[in-house]
């Protein structure tokens, strides 16, 4: 191990858009997932509103879209997203990640249901059930190969202004409802405004909007986050080591019946996406097909042999 001058390299989006209902976060993330260029895919879990925009002629972005439907477990969302990873998209939207932490079949739900079933209504245990089932949704956006855009609900108070001598009562977009320390995990991220549709950074990162003026969400701010991201140094491929493959591959080949195959091939499996290494990962996956096949071939005994 040794230390070495830091530089940033190019890399992928990792945009948050927060705000209260009817801001604007879902048409914001599409316009920003235009600017930056590719397919555009979007996970929706608000019952297929985000395709109110696809015939939209002031707006003309062409995406596909996923009804993602309750339970809303975390699984069912990285389900989702390795769809959109293997279907050749450019930019996931994920529309929205609320649901994941608070929706039917959430987070929080599921640790009601676990205390209830298995710890006697104790919650706490309950979250040691929960919580790496919601760290692995995280880490499946950390890792995955796409620009991701998440949009997030804000929790909404209300409150009376006065406007040109008149007085009227704004929402008012107050704290996102995700966990805790999510937002750390995010490159920016947009808050929205109810009544504007003005944006203001609450986190930067990129310093792209960082001393600006409240400001409209367009293709351009896409086009200038991908100008950014694509501004960096070319990142060093890591690849596994040609024994590293090689040890995996006997231990996959080796294995003497389907359990004992599922251990070594998942073994391997986590140890080729987490470095993205795409071609051990499909020589592991042809070991693997090739293993299994052999162990599902009846056993024929040779009646020939006297006993």
Request: contains cysteine; negative net charge; proline residues 4%.
């Amino acid at each position: 191990m040794a230390f070495v001058k830091a530089v940033r390299k190019k890399s992928k989006l990792r945009l948050g858009i927060t705000g209260p209902s009817g801001s604007g976060k879902t048409l914001g993330a599409l316009l920003i997932a235009k600017g930056l260029g590719g397919k555009i895919a979007l996970i929706d879990t608000e019952k297929g509103s985000a395709s109110l925009y696809a015939d939209d002629k002031r707006y003309d972005v062409e995406f596909d879209t996923m009804d993602l439907d309750p339970p809303y477990a975390p699984e069912n969302f990285i389900k989702a997203m390795k769809e959109a990873e293997q279907g050749g998209y450019d930019t996931l939207i994920i529309d929205s990640v609320t649901h994941e932490w608070s929706g039917v079949g959430g987070c929080l739900e599921l640790v009601d249901e676990i205390a209830r079933a298995r710890y006697k209504g104790n919650s706490w245990s309950a979250w040691n059930d929960v919580t790496p089932r919601h760290r692995a949704f995280i880490d499946a956006i950390l890792r995955s190969s796409l620009h991701i855009i998440i949009t997030m609900r804000s929790k909404t108070e209300t409150a009376q202004v006065e406007e040109n001598g008149r007085k009227k009562v704004v929402k008012l977009g107050m704290k996102a409802e995700q966990r805790d320390g999510f937002e750390y995990e995010l490159t920016s991220i947009l808050d929205v405004q109810h009544e504007s549709n003005y944006a203001l950074p609450s986190k930067d990162r990129t310093g792209l909007f960082s001393g600006r003026d409240p400001f409209k969400i367009s293709e351009a701010t896409g086009v200038m986050l991908r100008d950014w991201l694509e501004s960096g140094a070319e990142p060093t491929k890591e690849v596994l080591t040609e024994q590293q493959i090689a040890d995996h591959k006997a231990a996959i080949e080796a294995a003497a019946d389907m359990p004992a195959l599922r251990t070594a091939y998942a073994a391997a499996y986590k140890a080729a996406t987490a470095i993205r290494d795409g071609d051990a990962e499909h020589a592991f996956t042809q070991a693997k097909d090739s293993r299994k096949e052999a162990l599902e071939q009846p056993v024929i005994e040779d009646t020939d042999v006297p006993y």
